[in-house]
Nanobody, 125 residues
């Protein structure tokens, strides 16, 4: 049984920072890519970023490049999403995801095998 558990979502002011964490358990993730997606009310779920379990490769959506950083701690089996310079448009439920297929900016969500339950991030203006 694979579980992904997100934490860290809360209300933050525009310009602020927030760190989300995803704790993975239940199996070995050495061949998995770990990703973050978000879904705002009334919108499709969208790719935010991803990292190989080795940490060698990272991927980011254009909308968050330069502001968001993904890092992983293999010993703790956690993947963090550091979000800086937050804007109201970043408001969404953020989901952790894991799959063996390579990340891509569109369509990867259709391949995802494992999802977390989501954590709410609200950025006030």
């Amino acid at each position: 049984q694979v579980q992904l558990l997100e934490s860290g979502g809360r209300l933050v002011q525009a310009g602020g920072s927030l760190r989300l964490s995803c704790a993975a358990s239940g199996r070995t993730f050495s061949t998995y890519f770990m990703g973050w997606f978000r879904q705002a009310p009334g919108k499709e779920r969208e790719f935010v970023g991803a990292i190989s379990w080795s940490g060698v490769m990272t991927y980011y959506a254009d909308s968050v490049k330069g502001r968001f950083t993904i890092a992983r701690d293999k010993a703790k089996k956690t993947v963090d999403l550091q979000m800086n310079n937050l804007i109201p448009e970043d408001t969404a439920v953020y989901y952790c995801a894991a799959d063996t297929t390579s990340p891509r900016p569109t369509g990867w969500e259709k391949s995802i095998r494992y999802w977390g339950q989501g954590t709410q991030v609200t950025v006030s203006s």
